[in-house]
C-alpha cells in the first residue's frame, strides 16, 4: 500500500534518511525503530507529504487510500479552550471540510468514539484539562473518525501509563482485523515482538526491513547503534545521485 523508493530527506543539506527503499504491507502493523536522530519521524513526515524529498518518492496505492497522522504530542498544542467532543470531531475536517455542518449522525459517531477510548462523560471537558494519557486517548478517538486506510502513529504510547498503552493498542489490533494498515514509530523492543508483525529498522539509511523476528536480531541492532556513534552532522553534504551502498 505503501512504497519509499530510493528516499532521501535532508535537513540544512545533511541527510535525515538516506536512500531508502521497501514497502509497507497492507494490512500490517509496521513498526519503526531506530536510534534518536535515525530518520522515523522524518520517514512518517515523508509519507504524508509534510516533508520535501532531495530524492526518491513515496509511492500510495490506491491513490485515494485516505490517510491519518498522529505526531509526537510534543507537537500538540493544547493550550486553545477546546473541548473533547469537538477536539475528535476534527476528524471529520477532511470530508467536511470549512464550511461543513455537523450533523446527528456525526455527533453520535463522536461520542462512540470517545466511549471506545473509555472516556465517557468526559465530552465537555477541555483538552487542557486532561492529563497526558487521556489527551493520547481523545487523539486515538480523532483517528477514529477519520476512517483512514492507513494510519501513522509517531510514538503514540511515549511516557503513557500501562493501562492507557494497553488499550490504545487493543484499538491498533482492532485496525488491523479491519484490514487497515498501521506504521509506529516505536522505542520498545518487547511492544514491538509482542504486537508488530513487521519492522523498518533505520539509522538514517536503512538496515532492515521485514518480520519482526528477522529484523530485531543482535547483529542488525548491532549496527544500527554502530551507525548511529558514526553520525557527523559536519560532515560533506549528501547528493541524492549517489549509489547507496
Known amino acids: 500500500m505503501v512504497t519509499i523508493d530510493n528516499l532521501t530527506v535532508s535537513y540544512r543539506q545533511h541527510p535525515a534518511l538516506h536512500h531508502i527503499s521497501g514497502q509497507f504491507l497492507a494490512g500490517a502493523l509496521t ?10 519521524s522524518t520517514l512518517l513526515k515523508s ?46 475536517w477532511p470530508a467536511l471540510g470549512a464550511f461543513g455542518g455537523v450533523n446527528a449522525s456525526l455527533l453520535a459517531r463522536a461520542d462512540a468514539a470517545i466511549q471506545a477510548v473509555g472516556l465517557e462523560g468526559f465530552e465537555h471537558r477541555t483538552v487542557g484539562s486532561l492529563s497526558s494519557g487521556q489527551f493520547q486517548r481523545v487523539l486515538f478517538a480523532r483517528l477514529l473518525m477519520q476512517d483512514a486506510t492507513v494510519i ?18 487493543a484499538l491498533v489490533h ?4 479491519q484490514g487497515r494498515t498501521v506504521i ?5 523492543d518487547v511492544q514491538v515482538r509482542s504486537h508488530f508483525d513487521q519492522v523498518v529498522l533505520l539509522a538514517r539509511e536503512l538496515v532492515a526491513w521485514g518480520p519482526t523476528s528477522q529484523v530485531l536480531t543482535e547483529p542488525n541492532l548491532q549496527r544500527a547503534r554502530a551507525l548511529a556513534e558514526a553520525w557527523d552532522d559536519d560532515a560533506d553534504i549528501c547528493h541524492t545521485d549517489e549509489v547507496a551502498a
Request: hydrophobic share 40%.
Open 31 to 40: 513498526a519503526v525503530i531506530g536510534p534518536n536522530g535515525s530518520g522515523k
Open 174 to 177: 482492532q485496525w488491523q482485523a
Open 184 to 188: 509506529a514509530v516505536l522505542h520498545d
Open 47 to 92: 509519507i504524508m507529504g509534510l516533508v520535501k524529498p532531495a530524492g526518491g518518492c513515496v509511492h500510495i496505492s490506491p491513490h485515494q487510500a485516505r490517510m491519518a497522522y498522529l505526531p509526537q504530542m510534543t507537537e500538540i498544542d493544547r493550550s486553545f479552550p477546546l473541548q473533547v467532543r469537538d477536539c475528535v470531531l476534527l476528524g471529520c
Open 152 to 169: 501513522l502513529l509517531d510514538e503514540p504510547f511515549n511516557a503513557m501509563d500501562s493501562r492507557t498503552t494497553d488499550a490504545l493498542l
